[in-house]
């Protein structure tokens, strides 16, 4: 990351130090100085100090003191070429590199950010002022945004046009692609990649939009979520909707809330939490966790309550360790959504957030929560179930502070449940039970992953294989559920949760890691699009038995014959030579959406 040293300099002399200082602390002219409030500390008089003429600000409050460079460092969490860049562009420097290939590198970034930018005032325009956006800003308004809202969370309108946004912008093709905003179709011509969708533009910690996530309207065809994929610059485990606006009172309250959707992020913003962040269709991983720590150590998540009992336990306490951050959750109402809550209770929101609880903590109450204290027998069931969970903290003392509260709760003697925990410790893992694969470095393999058996010849295989040697197209379309194979399964949760293959092999349990290992080094020759249209037909056939079972178990069988009959002309067109992508698009889509689970999420 270099800089050239006399470009760092011509940002220092043309920069109006005043002017960048008074974006976020009003200053009044004193003499020579300018003085205010200071934005780093919280005060009532002024003790902050600005000197225009060198350049420099000092506060005899609380001794922060720089330059603009510095200053900008600070308040936006920066780092030094971060914010040069930062001040360069605001003072319409182009900035030369030490290294000519970076120089390049950073220009071309420059320019795909300006494209993702035009592009999310287009969508805007379009939502606020275009008659084919009426349904949307209908559906919005029932959602409780207001114009000022959609405004300030820069919401936008993808219409329905194959190509409206690509010809709007007269970007070059290729550009469009590297920001995922539109592609080639099987006819060879461009076209947009979102249509027919309210956008939510997702930035970087700086503001600047690198992707958009996609909801449709209600009673239109397809996912209800549709994110940009991974492209130049984008990268769904790194991505963080909101980080940028949240990031100063995560600094200030020193917490983070971790959602998962992007209405609750506002639903949070609208409760007076204008802290939270959403993850963007996936779970948080440890690339999220390395981004977060810079602005606090306390993470809380407030996903829904039983997928944040379940989050893999190991996981947590690695990042915990690895990162010294604590991880708590919120215990939401069963069912309920942050963004729901937002709308209905929002002092109940509030609430939740104060209340979060260490992780264990949250986990142990679930198990105690759903057992039945009242008996000896069910107290000694309880007691050996939440010792499963006590057992999995890698801290002694933590697990013994948490014995001493289960020996209150179940009435059973301290001492003996330590004997106990030393057992389960000793004993085994069972078979975890949310089937993420358990990487367990120094012990043996745990039981329930070293009996993976091994994944024969077959799509399957060869969808594991593609989303190995392309990561890029076959992340966006495979999830572990479309598997009926259980070492598929884990194969697909172990390449989502890491960066890397190469990662993923050295975390992953035997079974996983030796398949993961061998599909590495061969050769993928297969039609990409022809996998993803077998395994999405195999799935379809399987949606296709269900959907009929359903229909000849329900009071009302006709309700089904049109989802039927869809299904089979689609399943007709993926057996087809030169299968379109969109096809198989449309089938996960319609598979997805029949699964309660994604209907929850707003
Ligand atoms: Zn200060």
């Known amino acids: 990351m270099g800089i050239l040293d006399e470009d760092v300099a011509r940002v220092r002399e043309q920069t109006d130090i005043v002017a960048v200082i008074s974006q976020y602390t009003s200053l009044k002219r004193v003499g020579q100085r300018w003085s205010g409030l200071c934005p780093f500390h919280a005060e009532k008089s002024p003790s902050f100090s600005v000197n225009a003429t060198d350049g420099l600000y000092h506060c005899f409050g609380c001794k922060a003191s720089g330059d603009a460079i510095t200053f900008v460092r600070e308040i936006e969490h920066l780092d030094f070429p971060g ?115 309210i956008l939510f533009p997702i930035t970087d910690e700086r503001g600047r939009v690198i992707g958009f996530g996609g909801r449709k309207l209600p009673d239109a065809d397809g996912p209800k979520y549709q994110n940009s994929r991974d492209n130049e610059l984008y990268n769904k485990s790194k991505a963080l909707y909101g980080l940028s ?198 012990g043996p393999a745990p039981v329930g992953s070293s009996t993976l058996p ?44 890491h960066a890397s293959p190469a990662e993923a092999i050295e975390e992953s349990p035997r079974p996983v890691a030796e398949l993961l290992a061998r599909l590495a080094v061969e050769t993928h020759e297969a039609d990409p699009v022809d996998v993803l249209a077998r395994l999405a037909s195999e799935l379809g056939r399987r949606t296709m038995a269900d959907m009929e079972a359903e229909a000849r178990a329900s009071q009302d069988p006709l309700a089904y014959a049109e989802a039927i009959s869809w299904l089979k002309v689609t399943l007709d067109h993926l057996r087809r030579p030169n299968v379109e992508v969109e096809s198989v698009e449309q089938l996960l889509a319609f598979v997805r959406d029949r699964e309660p689970h994604d209907e929850r999420r707003g």
């Open 83 to 197: 914010a040069v860049e930062y001040l360069a562009g605001k003072a319409g420097i182009a900035l030369r590199y030490t290294d000519a290939e970076e120089g390049e590198g950073r220009k071309r970034r420059g320019r795909l950010l300006d494209l993702a930018d035009r592009a999310a005032d287009w969508y805007h325009e379009r939502l606020r002022t275009s008659p084919d956006a009426a349904a949307a800003r209908r559906y919005l308004r029932s959602r409780g945004f207001d114009a000022e809202e959609v405004t300030r969370y820069r919401l936008g309108w993808a219409p329905d046009g194959w190509d409206l946004l690509t010809r709007a912008l007269r970007a070059p093709q290729a550009d469009m692609e590297a920001v995922g905003l539109g592609f080639v179709n099987r006819a060879g011509r461009p076209q947009d990649f979102f249509r027919s969708r």
């Open 245 to 442: 606006s949240a990031k100063a009172d995560v600094v200030a309250h020193n917490e983070v809330v971790i959602c998962e959707g992007y209405t609750d992020v506002i639903g949070f913003d609208r409760a007076g939490v204008p802290r939270a962040v959403a993850t963007c269709g996936t779970a948080l991983t440890e690339d999220h966790v390395k981004v977060l720590k810079r602005f606090t150590r306390r993470l809380v998540l407030a996903y829904d309550a039983d997928e944040a009992g379940q989050s893999a336990a190991e996981r947590v306490y690695a990042w915990e360790q690895a990162h010294e951050v604590q991880v708590s959750v919120v215990a939401l109402p069963p069912g309920a959504d942050p963004d729901e809550l937002a709308r209905e209770d929002p002092d109940a929101l509030q609430r939740a957030v104060a209340e979060a609880r260490p992780f264990l903590e949250f986990r142990v109450d679930r198990v105690l929560r759903a057992a039945d204290l009242s008996t000896p027998e069910g107290r000694t069931r309880a007691a050996e179930a939440a010792l499963e969970v006590v057992a999995e903290h890698p801290n002694d003392l933590v697990r013994d502070q948490y014995v001493m509260d289960l020996a209150d709760r179940c009435r059973i003697d301290a001492s003996r449940l330590r004997v106990r925990l030393e057992e389960v410790r000793r004993a085994p893992r069972r078979p975890p039970e949310d089937r993420r694969p358990r990487p367990e470095p120094d």
């Open 454 to 497: 091994p994944l024969p010849e077959g799509v399957e295989r060869e969808a594991v294989r593609l989303r190995v040697h392309h990561p890029d197209l076959a992340a966006a379309f495979l999830e572990p559920a479309m598997f009926t194979h259980p070492t598929a399964r884990a194969a697909l949760e172990a390449l989502d949760t």
